[in-house]
């Protein structure tokens, strides 16, 4: 069966610190995969989707950024975080010629201070 | 992208009935219709999707208007583990190859009282 790790789970980091989260989905190959944000009490906000290794789709302009190293790894990256950066990350992938189920991780919550 | 409009809250009581609805008067043709739920600090869950027909499964049933510019989520019997935010999205078929993309928007609160 498939699953989908995040990590770290909790993370508290100061401004202008960097930022890398990661994501590793297992039990299939080739998924889609996305990155989303949310803000507390707010809805998902789309960050980033890809379709395939070094293929990456940015939804919104930020200070963050993703990479794709390996098939079924995501990761998630800042250089210098803000305050804005606050918020609940989830990672989720999906496959192709599917239902276009979306499958979440178990979220990473980062406080910037 | 078409959108989707929900109230931002509603309320049950255990083991009635629930009727969630959802506006989405831009759709196109190829539009699916999907509903997802959160739990707190957790991330969104998969619970129905469908087209045009009405759809059901174990977790809850999907009535399409036939015009589907709205649609319904129905939760039979709620339960206390029912309460969370339930989201409706649509999904372009289209995007199945182009890279499919999901936008959330803020959902509804279900609250469900004892």
């Known amino acids: 069966s498939q699953t989908i790790h995040q990590w770290p789970a909790t993370l508290v980091q100061p401004v202008g610190s960097p930022l890398s989260l990661e994501c590793t989905v297992e039990?299939?190959?080739?998924?889609?995969l996305y990155w989303y944000r949310q803000a507390a009490g707010r809805g998902l906000q789309l960050l980033f989707y890809s379709i395939g290794i070094d293929q990456i789709s940015s939804e919104v302009p930020q200070n963050l950024s993703a990479s794709r190293p390996q098939d079924r790894q995501f990761i998630l990256s800042s250089k210098k975080l803000l305050l804005s950066d606050s918020g609940f990350y989830l990672c989720?992938?999906?496959?192709?010629?599917?239902?276009?189920?979306?499958?979440f991780g178990e979220g990473s919550r980062l406080t910037v201070l | 992208d078409a959108k989707t409009t929900q109230p931002n809250s509603m309320e049950s009581n255990e083991e009635e009935p629930v009727h969630l609805p959802c506006n989405h008067s831009t759709i196109s043709g190829t539009d699916y219709i999907h509903w997802y739920r959160q739990l707190p600090s957790q991330g969104p869950e998969y619970v129905i999707h469908g087209l045009t027909s009405n759809v059901n499964n174990r977790m809850a049933s999907l009535a399409i208007a036939e015009d589907r510019k709205s649609s319904t989520l129905i939760l039979h019997r709620a339960t206390l583990r029912d309460a969370a935010v339930y989201y409706c999205i649509l999904r372009d078929v289209g995007e199945e190859t182009s890279g499919s993309r999901l936008t959330f928007g803020e959902g509804t609160q279900l609250t469900v009282n004892p």
């Open positions: 989720a992938w999906s496959l192709l010629a599917h239902t276009g189920e979306l499958f």
């Open positions: 039990g299939t190959s080739n998924p889609n």
